[in-house]
């Protein structure tokens, strides 16, 4: 029973009943009921989760801010970390016991993409907010005590003690790691450390701006800051996350509610007529828009973080990109997750990145509804649930 672990032999191509929290309508509270979750099956893993946290991406989901991705009864939930309980047939770089953090944008290794180095797109196991159950079958691993089947959500569903997702979107993770905060590198860190690092490739003595200071734009500001940028400023409405974010490399802070006049036109001010590197990273398209404006003109880099509700287009005017400007956007932080995060969990194990500081609260997986509050407040970064 170490960590919680069943013993194999228990249940190992067996059905798991066991506690979810599950979300039944938009914005409706979770409620954690009993569930059945089926094995794996070919190429697939049922892993116990361990924590799990809360990404705005998780809360706009539960919101159904995109309509037609609206699907219920539905298990959210994609930033975790957990140990392998058994392995589906064909499985061979996984094994039970071991320690993972599950990937909501997979790396099947085989598809014309995974074999581009010029992208981590996938065919197999991409992020694909419309899919709701597992590619092999097309039907969901887990069901109701009366048999109605539950939906996935994001190729993870981690709002469950048990979790079955593809293969290809589990990384092994070193298990001299604490999974606490390897918890983290299953999406909000990695998505903003990477966007900085793989995307941007911001360089020593360069200029960055960080719109929207959750956990994503703050990876971005330890992304920015390990690699030497002298200037960090961090754009948030919410005041309160400035405290966390000058003890992650943010050297300089606007709140845009403290100025008559648009915040690009004091980043631009302050810099000398922008910034090299802008990321948004607050999912709203008028911030977008002083994100982009904020860069210098001939050579600033927009990187598009934030997830943009439809059926919003860009907020820009295609003669604006003939200021030499340009824009992008980033899932995963371009990290091909199975080839290259093990690497970056060590850099962090090693302290390149500060993963503690992004976990302001723990709370029991049953308080969820608590959890999801404290975001909606905007007074937790990251709240860790226990399972
Ligand atoms: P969060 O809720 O913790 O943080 C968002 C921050 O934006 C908050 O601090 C909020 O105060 C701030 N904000 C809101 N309105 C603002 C405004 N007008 N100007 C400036 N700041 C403003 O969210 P998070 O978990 O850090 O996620 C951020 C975004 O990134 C979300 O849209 C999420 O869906 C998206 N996301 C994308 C990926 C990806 O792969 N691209 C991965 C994870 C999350
Ligand atoms: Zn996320």
Redesign the pocket.
């Known amino acids: 029973m170490e960590n919680g672990l069943r013993k194999p032999s228990e249940t190992t191509r067996k059905v798991i009943t066991c506690k979810a929290a599950i979300t039944w309508g938009p914005g409706e509270p979770f409620v954690i009921e009993e569930v059945k979750v089926d094995p794996p099956q070919k190429m697939e893993v049922r892993i116990k989760i361990l924590f799990t946290s809360i990404?705005?991406?998780d809360?706009?989901a539960w919101q159904g801010e995109n309509e037609a991705q609206r699907a219920y009864p539905r298990i959210l939930g994609h930033e975790a970390s957990g140990i392998v309980e058994s392995v589906g047939e064909g499985v061979m770089d996984i094994k039970e016991g071991d320690h993972v953090v599950p990937i909501f944008?997979g790396e099947c290794g085989d598809c014309p993409y995974c074999k581009c180095e010029k992208t981590n797109m996938c065919e197999r196991a991409g992020?694909n907010p419309f899919m709701t159950v597992m590619v092999n079958d097309g039907k969901s691993r887990f069901s109701c005590k009366e048999g109605k089947p539950i939906f996935h959500f994001l190729n993870t569903s981690t709002f469950c003690e048990y979790t079955v997702v593809e293969s290809a979107c589990v990384v092994k993770i070193d298990p001299d790691a604490s999974l606490k905060t390897m918890t983290l590198l299953s999406?909000?860190v990695s998505?903003?450390v990477g966007a900085a690092w793989n995307i941007a490739n911001v360089k020593a003595g360069s200029t960055v701006a960080i719109?929207?200071?959750?956990?994503?734009?703050?990876a971005v500001a330890e992304g920015a800051r390990a690699r030497g940028a002298t200037k960090i400023i961090g754009?948030?409405?919410?005041p309160n996350?400035f405290i966390k974010g000058r003890a992650m490399g943010i050297t300089d802070t606007i709140n845009?509610r403290d100025f008559e006049k648009p915040v690009h036109e004091c980043i631009r001010e302050m810099t000398g007529g922008g910034v090299d590197y802008s990321f948004e990273?607050?999912?709203?398209s008028?911030?977008l828009r002083?994100a982009f404006l904020a860069t210098h003109e001939g050579w600033g880099l927009t990187v598009?973080?934030?997830?943009?509700t439809s059926p919003k287009m860009l907020p820009l005017h295609p003669m604006e990109l003939f200021t030499g400007r340009v824009i992008i956007?980033?899932?995963?932080?371009g990290f091909k997750g199975k080839t290259q995060l093990p690497n970056f969990a060590k850099e962090c194990m090693q302290g390149v990145v500060n993963l503690e500081e992004f976990i302001t609260h723990e709370l029991p997986f049953e308080k969820i509804n608590e959890a999801f509050q404290l975001?909606i407040d905007?007074k937790?970064?990251r709240c860790l649930l226990h399972l």
Do not use: R
Request: with cysteine.
């Open positions: 990404c705005h991406t809360l706009s944008n992020v999406c909000g998505t903003g719109f929207g200071l959750g956990a994503v734009g703050l754009v948030d409405i919410n996350k845009p990273c607050a999912g709203i008028e911030v002083e598009i973080l934030g997830i943009h956007a980033t899932v995963f932080g975001l905007g937790s970064v």
